[in-house]
């Protein structure tokens, strides 16, 4: 431990840079990495080499190998390559392998060289060929840009959503530029590239000549140019061995740098971690590899291999044949504590730690000192942080241990920090595991996301490994372990050489009911690689009808798709399997599939109503169901038929529905409308006025009150109007004419079935107090005293209360008593009730 | 925004126009007679559609074929299920749910429920147990249960707030709503009709009492009211039998006027300071105090008549089970003075219903009767209430009701209308089946009346839906249970009354929160089962 920091390398006074082995490479390479076209992704992607490029010599006859490797060496996938010479290699964000040819076909591959698809950078290109080209990452997604042989670019900021930018012309280009690049500001792609000792910027409106602030003199040519991976700064590398670095700008310099070397770089990348000061930027030759910044010495590392650089968010990673390692800038936390003779808080605790373990006091005076000065919180922070950025399980272990003794001496300290960072350290020691092969950061993780880890180990087909973590760190199903069980059974439905029953099983044992799973998109796929059936045997583990049924649908299976929207309750997925049905089926297998199906049956009546009633009658013909044929045809009687002919016809072939149905009562209702209808017709030809669809009650009313008494009473007796219902129609009608007379005579052609209290009430309605007492006098007795009040005989009523001896009739006629006029009575009745309570 | 209508739109300087519809295929034709109109007039506008509460295929294929679908920018869905209308009520408000589901098969508005009771559950936690009766609650109950295995894995885990679900269909009890409502809400209903938590009143008695004035300028627009517990008196008389509520409203005065004559007592400035800062609390009183003075006036000009005396009395003979085998004399009046034929219809489906079944010759003449006197169109409304249950022949000669009546207790003959002991109140001695359905359910439990439960319609059963471990309820001893009580087909406010009134009882246990899919009542139930065939 006391040589920590030994391979420490300062940079000016402020900064140290550190190179550490992260895998010695597991592959066995034939070839010289200079002899192949090598593409490595960022995050600790994977590593594609295209062996035997066509540039070398033109030995046609032998095919040329791509292979694809992890981070860590171990082989992926490895093909013969068929197609045309390719120019350039790159990886997309997705992690997809872009492989960009002369003739300007882009070929798109899995990480397990499964070819995708490709598309093409334009017809030009097919003449002028592609003489360079470069993948970049943009916020939008991953971008191509091209530089052809006639000298022209051409870009696409997204191959996701393919638009291809033709760049605007650099005039008096004649030659290939020196050396170009894309950048990327305001979220607009351009290029820089570099003719002679000129600049030019090219956006897709304009090309412009542009100056790098404060370049110093006697520059006649660009050699190599680098953008941050952030697209914020730019280097740019001279033939006078001299390094610009400042903004990507180009409005500000940041410093310069004169390494003496005039050869041309094989490569140059910037190193710099976010939210440091610290800029530098890693050169690469041959045999040499140089860390310069703003400082007047740079680090030098001798390359004993031929080596390739891979800009990182927060430093460079290095591989060669042998070795795969990180430079970058030692994070502050890390300085603090292992600076030597650092009197840091997070050095005095890690000190105090391992005294403690020793069992030795110091631990104690360690312990004061941090505590005197009140830094103990800082010094956790400070241990945690620093554990996080080291790569050595063993020295996270000591860091964090430190951490966790130095808890113990805090009140409140929030635990979650020291928790987060314990787990973020084991998944990441898991994925940077040489098996696996990823070796991310804790920087790089954190702007990648567990989110996207997930997906790039599922997309390694690292199932368990992905199950594991999303387990361990109990993330949510839906996001978790479902997504990650989904695109396993995804995969698994593509092997084709296992059968429909075993693909089935196995993923429905796997995948059972955890939630979120959508296996209607399983199914989709397993249709996608035309196995049907094994697609409806998922989608009977689906539990969502809403996802089965337009699959159901699209592979024809209209029927099982109907009874799944059914089982959903859904009516309106059941009208669109309906309506799919119904253009999909004649209409007897319609019918027949309806039948069935009574909720789909009674929705597509409902629609029916709306929309098709013809439909609506052929349906109910064919359930024979005849009550509701018969109302169908009382409806049609009303709304089609305006003659009465055609009325009185359709309600004919209601009633013959009707007696089918055994409603023996409708029918005869029916038929008796049917006659009411005629009668009424007639008796507006004879009569004038308006009958039509009165009722049989209004129709009687309305010739009392035309004076036809006869006509009504003949009526009545056709259609056996009850006795006591018609005395109430005629009392009614004649009190509404005002026929005083006639209600006597009518009063007295016989006994009223309803009594004579009506008589009195609808008098009075009338205001008629002088007819009304005529039939007061012939009101029943329990009613008497009733009729008495209505017609304001008070002192009457009160006797024949005390007469009947009722206390109810007794209470009645005293709430009607007013004091000054009915006095009198008020104290009879009073001496009344006071008489039959003595007794 | 405007209502919709159809022809052209109203004018307005707008860009954008939003409609908000439920998706009903009249509707469609509305909205597409307003857009050709508009697209002839001129500057081209923006549409955009939002259904309420779901998208519909077949709207669309309709707008579709009206030729303006391509006119809409946006077509969404706003999935406003329950509406909350009150602290304890939801209400899906879909007026056609009990027609769609018992005459027309069609169980949308069920969906739609289900649908509803997930959204609660997603934002009040799984509710552990449901319990149901009726055919409808049961496909309800599995279209839930189907929905919790679709969205599991996504569910936020949250302490469940309900601790029993109670689907209930209104078919179960069909009695309750065809009764009169007697509490002081009820009867607002009743008389008025309550719409979305307004009514309507006629306009005399809110005149501004002003002397000299001679009645002459009375405002002839009608007086509308908002009701709901917010207004501290309402809340305190809504739920009582009407003939409980003048107590209180005289009660109420003699305070509001104590409290006004305090202004006499205040001598110093501090206690001047005090009443005036209770002025606005005590005039908002006075006014609350007036408009229900006025409101009960009504009311009571109402319930006083004759009319509404005889009515009453034949309702609660038959509920009671007196003379409901043959013609009812009083309905026979009725029907012969040509009384409103609903008024009719609620009588003699309440007739049916407590005699499970009509007599053939009974119900015949009935039908008959009504056929001649309101018209023979009227076979059609008579067919729906028979498809319904509502009015059905007796078969197999057994009259169920009275086991019903006995073992459910129904029918309480001493009912303390003031200080009510039990639900039966609220319609002054008839206890509402549904409510006591869930009274019996929080205790003792229904298998205690399983023999009952087998003679009302559809099955009953019971689910669980289990809660991780961690959000089981631990109860403190005296904690009451929730319960939500989803009425499927609609409830009346008399029914939400006595389940208030359970939730209030100190040793119930269980508070009620009610949802249902329309608040009605028998009178606009009856109308939604009629048909007007022109």
């Known amino acids: 431990m006391d040589c920590y920091t030994a391979n420490w390398n300062p940079l000016g006074d402020s900064a140290f840079y550190r190179k550490y082995e992260l895998y010695s490479m597991d592959w066995d390479l034939k070839e010289e990495l200079r002899d192949c076209l090598v593409a490595a992704a960022p995050y600790g992607g994977p590593i594609a080499l295209l062996r035997n490029p066509w540039r070398k010599e033109k030995a046609a006859s032998v095919r040329p190998v791509l292979d694809i490797y992890s981070a860590s060496g171990m082989p992926l996938a490895s093909l013969l390559w068929k197609s045309g010479p390719v120019v350039s290699l790159g990886w997309s964000a997705e992690e997809e392998l872009l492989c960009v ?136 590398f001279t033939d006078t061995g001299y390094i610009w670095m400042g903004t990507a700008s180009l409005k500000e310099k940041l410093c310069e740098f004169n390494c003496n070397i005039r050869a041309p770089p094989k490569q140059m990348v910037w190193c710099s971690r976010p939210r440091s000061k610290e800029r530098a930027v890693v050169v690469a030759w041959e045999r040499r590899l140089m860390v310069v910044g703003d400082a007047p010495e740079s680090i030098q590392f001798v390359l004993d291999e031929d080596s390739y650089l891979v800009p990182e968010l927060d430093g460079v990673r290095i591989f060669s044949r042998s070795t795969h390692e990180f430079l970058h800038e030692v994070p502050a936390a890390s300085e603090e504590i292992f600076k030597i003779a650092s009197m840091a808080p997070g050095a005095l605790l890690l000190e105090a730690q391992k005294e403690y373990e020793k069992e030795s006091q110091k631990a104690d005076e360690y312990l004061r000192e941090i505590q005197e000065l009140g830094q103990l919180t800082q010094a956790v922070q400070q241990c945690i942080e620093a554990a996080g950025h080291e790569h050595q399980p063993d020295m996270q272990k000591s860091l964090l241990r430190a951490a966790s003794f130095g808890k113990c001496f805090l009140d409140r300290f929030p635990p979650d920090s020291f928790v987060h960072m314990c787990q973020d350290l084991r998944v990441l020691n898991a994925v940077r595991d040489y098996h696996i092969g990823i070796p991310l950061t804790y920087s790089q993780y954190k702007q990648l996301t567990i989110q996207v880890l997930l997906d790039r180990l599922v997309l390694r087909r690292l199932y368990p490994l992905a199950i594991q973590i999303c387990e361990y760190l109990r993330l949510p199903e839906v996001q978790g372990v479902s997504r990650i069980l989904a695109h396993w059974a995804c995969y698994k439905v593509q092997q084709k050489d296992v059968s429909d029953e075993d693909v089935a099983r196995a993923i429905n044992q796997k995948l059972g009911d955890t939630p979120g799973v959508s296996y209607s998109d399983i199914a989709a796929r397993a249709y996608g690689c ?155 030809d004879e009569l004038g006025g308006e009958f039509l669809d009165l009722s049989l009650h209004d129709t009687v009313t309305t010739l009392i009150l035309g004076g036809h008494n006869k006509r009504a009473e003949q009526l009545a007796r056709d259609f056996r109007i009850p006795d006591k219902r018609l005395w109430w129609l005629k009392l009614t009608a004649l009190a509404d004419l005002e026929d005083w007379e006639e209600l006597e005579k009518f009063s007295k052609s016989k006994k009223s079935p309803i009594g004579y209290l009506p008589f009195v009430e609808i008098c009075m309605k009338q205001h008629n107090k002088y007819e009304a007492k005529k039939y007061a006098s012939r009101v029943g007795p329990e009613q008497k005293v009733k009729a008495l009040l209505l017609v304001g005989d008070v002192a009457q009523a009160a006797d024949v209360a005390i007469e009947h001896r009722s206390e109810a009739e007794l209470s009645l006629v005293l709430s009607h008593c007013t004091g000054a006029t009915d006095g009198a009575t008020a104290d009879k009745i009073q001496r009344a009730r006071a008489q039959a309570q003595k007794k | 925004m405007f209502t919709l209508k159809g022809n052209r739109l109203p004018a307005a300087d707008v860009k954008n126009i939003i ?50 679908l391509g006119s809409f920018i946006h077509r969404e869905e706003y999935s406003l299920d329950l509406i909350p209308f009150d602290g304890d009520l939801l209400s899906m408000e879909s007026e056609g749910a009990f027609k769609e589901c018992y005459l027309e098969g069609d169980q949308t508005s069920l969906y739609h429920a289900a649908k509803g009771l997930m959204t609660l559950q997603a934002l009040y936690g799984t509710i552990p147990q449901i319990f149901g009766k009726g055919e409808c609650a049961r496909q309800v109950a599995n279209m839930m249960i189907r929905m919790k295995r679709e969205f599991t894995g996504s569910q936020n885990l949250i302490f469940p707030v309900f601790d029993n679900l109670l689907l209930l269909d209104r078919n179960v009890d069909l009695l309750t709503p065809l009764a009169t409502q007697l509490t002081y809400e009820g009867l607002i209903d009743e008389i008025y009709g309550i719409q979305n938590s307004y009514v309507k009143l006629p306009p005399e008695k809110f005149a501004p009492k002003k002397q000299g004035d001679g009645g002459k300028d009375l405002p002839t627009e009608a007086k509308k009211l908002q009701l709901n517990s917010a207004e501290e008196l309402y809340a305190e008389i809504r739920d009582k039998n009407f003939n409980a509520v003048g107590s209180v409203l005289s009660k109420k005065a003699k305070i509001i006027s104590a409290a006004f004559e305090e202004r006499h007592n205040a001598k110093t400035v501090g206690e001047i300071k005090q009443f005036v800062s209770q002025l606005p609390h005590m005039q908002a009183a006075r006014g609350s105090l007036a408009n229900h003075t006025s409101i009960a006036e009504l009311i009571k000009d109402v319930t006083t008549s004759e009319d509404f005396f005889d009515k009453l009395t034949v309702e609660q003979e038959f509920m009671s089970g007196i003379d409901t085998d043959k013609v009812n004399n009083y309905i026979e009046d009725c029907i012969a003075q040509k009384h409103s034929l609903i008024k009719v219809l609620r009588l003699v489906c309440l007739q049916s219903v407590c005699n499970s079944g009509l007599k053939q010759k009974v119900l015949d003449y009935y039908k008959r009767e009504i056929l001649q006197t309101y018209g023979y169109e009227h076979i059609l409304t008579l067919h729906n209430l028979e498809k319904a249950g509502l009015l059905k022949p007796q078969t197999g000669g057994r009259n169920n009701y009275p086991t019903i009546r006995k073992t459910l207790r129904l029918w309480m003959d001493d009912v303390n209308e003031q200080n009510p002991t039990d639900i039966s109140y609220v319609y002054s001695g008839y206890a509402p089946l549904s409510v006591r359905l869930a009274q019996l359910l929080s205790r003792p439990g229904w298998r205690s009346i399983e023999e009952v439960l087998r003679i009302l319609p559809g099955p009953h059963f019971e689910e669980r839906q289990p809660l991780p471990t961690g959000l089981q309820k631990k109860r403190q001893p005296g904690e009451n249970r929730v319960t939500l009580i989803f009425f499927l087909g609609g409830v009346t406010f008399a029914e939400i009354a006595a389940l208030r009134f359970l939730s209030q009882l100190e040793d119930g246990g269980t508070e009620y929160v009610i949802a249902t899919t329309k608040l009605m009542n028998g009178t606009s139930w009856i109308e939604a089962l009629m048909e007007k065939p022109f």
């Open chain 1, 101 to 236: 040819q002369e003739d300007g076909a882009v070929l798109v591959y899995g990480l397990h060289g499964d070819f995708r698809r490709h598309f093409s950078m334009g017809n030009e290109v097919l003449q002028n060929r592609v003489l360079d080209a470069r993948i970049f990452h943009t916020e939008f997604g991953s971008g191509v840009a091209i530089l052809t042989g006639a000298h022209r670019f051409t870009l696409s900021a997204n191959v996701g959503d393919l638009k291809l930018r033709r760049m605007p012309e650099v005039p008096g280009l004649q030659s290939a530029p020196s050396c170009w690049t894309t950048l990327c500001q305001d979220r607009v792609a351009h290029i820089l590239l570099a003719v002679g000792p000129d600049l030019y910027l090219l956006d897709h409106a304009a090309c412009s000549s542009v100056t790098p602030p404060g370049l110093a003199p006697g520059v006649s040519s660009f050699l190599q140019m680098a953008v941050s991976f952030t697209y914020r700064h730019l280097a740019l």
């Open chain 1, 530 to 684: 035309g196995r049907t059936e094994l697609a409806i045997k998922l989608l009977e583990y689906e539990p969502r009808s809403g996802e089965q049924v337009p699959l159901l649908l699209k592979m024809k299976r209209s029927k099982l798709a109907l009874s799944k929207a059914i089982e959903s309750g859904d009516t309106d997925l059941v009208f669109t399997v309906l309506l799919h049905l119904k253009n999909e089926l004649n209409r007897g297998d319609f019918f027949m599939t309806l039948r069935n199906q009574p909720m789909a049956l009674s929705l597509y009546r409902q629609f029916c109503k709306h929309q098709e009633l013809e439909t609506l009658k052929d349906l109910y013909n064919q359930d024979d169901n005849h009550q509701e044929l018969g109302s169908f045809h009382i409806r049609a009687s009303y709304a089609a038929e305006e003659r009465i002919e055609g009325r009185v016809a359709a309600l004919q072939t209601a009633a013959d529905a009707f007696y089918k149905a055994k409603n023996e009562f409708a029918a005869k209702a029916t038929e008796d409308q049917m006659r009411l209808l005629r009668l009424q017709r007639r008796l507006e």
């Open chain 2, 19 to 68: 409609f908000f519809v439920r998706p009903r295929l009249e509707l469609m034709d509305i909205i597409a007679e307003n857009v050709l109109s508009e697209d002839r007039r001129g500057p081209t506008r923006d549409f955009h559609i939002l259904f309420v509460p779901r998208r519909s295929l077949l709207c669309e294929q309709r707008l579709k074929d009206l030729g303006v």
